[in-house]
């Protein structure tokens, strides 16, 4: 019986076209993906009851589908009030998502624990040091402990995960776990592993400051394929790799040879599934245009700008608010007609460095209302809250513009969710150039986040582009988005991964057929 003829990598991937992929891909038995963050946690609510939260995180938004396709293992930290009381059995339950399932296994850890792994080193010192947004990283050897001993951690987890299967395909997620891929190999040695950095990679001169760079490194090069988000990342990790280790580096093939492990480095531009589950769930646009104004008590023909970030120093949310005092200095016609909100999940308080942005964007906002506010007018909405993907499309759908000012991003999968949501072809894209979304993202307004003046200017020029010009533009985005969507991603990761998993086969096999022909010799 002839195999299932999977859809060319070229045309746009859905969940049903991925699922054939896989069936003829012969990938093995059982895929497992690594990750900090969970996709979905439970807590208690204010009377005491268990509550489920959907994370709506970029990385979970770019690896789910691959859940869901895959019905594979999301290995994660446990991170819920109620996460333990929820957990059926071997620390874990099933997720039913979107009518398909697969295991969510959670990681325990303790309060100190978690301190020294994800505070510290994760976010103290591998944050700031990937993100050059002027947040000096802090290098403790504790925190560098814990980390290890928590990789360790996870990659046991992922041996029991495994079970009988001896060459899993492991999809290890972003700078929590650069050294898991080694622990995984050792236990695993015919394993298929791929690292994905969702941050960007630093330039080799900033890399060179982490006393542990060469442990980093050579954790990571236990991979099969190293992913990452943009070309520019790949040839900053290539570098950082040539300076620090003994390798040998194909730049003709982007390989890397390091203790005879051949790693390729790939750029993947991480995505969002499409089309969009949460769109098809949504009410229509000028419905969530009437229901956003009038949950914020604004009029139905004021001007809505909209900002949904992580309350995160990357994100230049300051920035954002100063580009808005400075478009109503410049064009008082924008005063009590134009309002831009700014969702901001709080994020990691326990971090001195984002206690101090929280009061910066805090006092900022305050301060231009106090400016320019008048009567029931303000012009700057602050909304520190988690909310639901649901919640966020609505918002999206809203607004007449969606302003993505990160100083310094991977991809920002906010801008490319904004595409998706309006289906209207309407609204405008307002996007920093230090993301990597602004890569493919053409269409949008690119701008210089720092450059407040020029960021004001592309707020004017949002607010009076015309709907024929933003169709057009919105039309080819979402094109662009639709093909390059987060089944692409997966598929071209998946791809790759079944080349080395083929290629690890047929070299155990002329291996063996070469041992078989010395014995009859």
């Given amino acids: 019986m002839p195999a299932t003829v999977a859809a060319p990598i070229g045309t746009t991937s859905t969940e049903d076209r991925m699922k054939d992929w896989l069936r003829s891909s012969r990938m093995g038995d059982r895929v497992i993906v690594l990750a900090n963050r969970e996709p979905l946690s439970h807590d208690y609510d204010a009377g005491g009851r268990i509550v489920t939260r959907a994370s709506t995180s970029g990385l979970v938004t770019a690896v789910e589908p691959i859940m869901r396709t895959c019905s594979g293992v999301w290995v994660a930290h446990g991170s819920g009030a109620a996460d333990r009381r929820t957990a059926t059995e071997h620390d874990g339950l099933v997720v039913d998502s979107g009518g398909a399932q697969y295991r969510l296994r959670r990681v325990?850890?303790?309060?100190?624990?978690?301190?020294?792994?994800?505070?510290?080193?994760?976010?103290?010192?591998?944050?700031?040091?990937?993100?050059?947004?002027?947040?000096?990283?802090v290098f403790r050897t504790d925190d560098l402990n814990t980390y290890w001993m928590i990789n360790g951690r996870f990659a046991v987890a992922v041996l029991e995960e495994a079970g009988a299967s001896p060459s899993p395909l492991v999809l290890v997620q972003d700078y929590h776990f650069a050294l898991a891929p080694r622990m995984i190999r050792e236990r695993l040695p015919l394993s298929t592993i791929v690292s994905f950095w969702h941050i960007p990679w630093p330039s080799w001169q900033a890399f060179e400051i982490c006393p542990w760079r060469g442990q980093l490194l050579e954790g990571l090069l236990a991979s099969d394929i190293v992913g990452l988000q943009t070309p520019a990342d790949c040839r900053n990790f290539i570098e950082a790799v040539e300076r620090t280790l003994e390798v040998h580096i194909d730049r003709d093939e982007s390989v890397v040879t390091y203790a005879g492990h051949r790693v390729a480095v790939r750029a993947y531009p991480a995505s969002i599934a499409w089309p969009?589950?949460?769109?098809?769930r949504t009410p229509e646009v000028e419905v969530c245009r009437r229901e956003i104004r009038r949950e914020l008590h604004l009029p139905l023909g004021v001007r809505l700008g909209v900002g949904v970030d992580r309350l995160d120093?990357?994100?230049?949310?300051?920035?954002?608010?100063?580009?808005?005092?400075?478009?109503?200095?410049?064009y008082p016609e924008f005063r009590e007609s134009f309002v831009f909100v700014q969702v901001a999940e709080p994020s990691r308080q326990r971090l001195k460095a984002y206690r101090d942005v929280?009061?910066?964007?805090?006092?900022t906002a305050d301060r231009i209302n106090l400016r320019f506010g008048t009567g029931n007018y303000r012009p700057i909405l602050?909304?520190?809250?988690?909310?639901?993907?649901?919640?966020?499309?609505?918002f999206l759908r809203a607004a007449d513009l969606c302003f993505v000012g990160s100083l310094h991003d991977g991809m920002n999968l906010v801008s490319k969710e904004f595409v998706g949501a309006r289906d209207d072809e309407r609204g405008v894209l307002v996007l920093s150039a230090f993301a990597g979304?602004?890569?493919?993202?053409?269409?949008?307004?690119?701008?210089?986040?720092?450059?407040?003046?020029?960021?004001?200017?592309?707020?004017?020029?949002?607010?009076?582009?015309?709907?024929?010009?933003?169709?057009?533009?919105?039309?080819?985005?979402?094109?662009?988005?639709?093909?390059?969507?987060?089944?692409?991603?997966?598929?071209?990761?998946?791809?790759?991964?079944r080349r080395v998993h083929h290629?690890?086969?047929?070299?155990?096999?002329?291996?063996?057929?070469?041992?078989?022909?010395?014995?009859?010799?």
């Fill in 437 to 497: 979304a602004a890569r493919q993202l053409t269409d949008a307004l690119i701008v210089n986040p720092y450059d407040v003046d020029g960021a004001a200017q592309a707020l004017l020029q949002a607010l009076t582009m015309t709907p024929q010009e933003q169709r057009q533009r919105m039309r080819r985005m979402r094109t662009q988005v639709a093909e390059f969507n987060a089944h692409r991603w997966a598929q071209e990761i998946l791809a790759d991964a």
């Fill in 313 to 330: 120093y990357t994100k230049g949310i300051e920035e954002k608010f100063l580009a808005v005092e400075r478009l109503l200095d410049c």
């Fill in 358 to 363: 929280r009061r910066r964007i805090t006092e």
């Fill in 108 to 137: 325990w850890m303790d309060a100190d624990e978690e301190h020294g792994y994800y505070d510290g080193f994760a976010n103290e010192a591998l944050w700031p040091l990937c993100h050059q947004v002027h947040v000096r990283p």
């Fill in 503 to 521: 290629a690890r086969e047929l070299t155990a096999s002329a291996s063996c057929d070469e041992q078989w022909t010395m014995c009859r010799g």
């Fill in 382 to 394: 602050l909304i520190e809250d988690h909310h639901s993907a649901a919640d966020v499309q609505r």
């Fill in 276 to 280: 969009s589950r949460n769109a098809a």
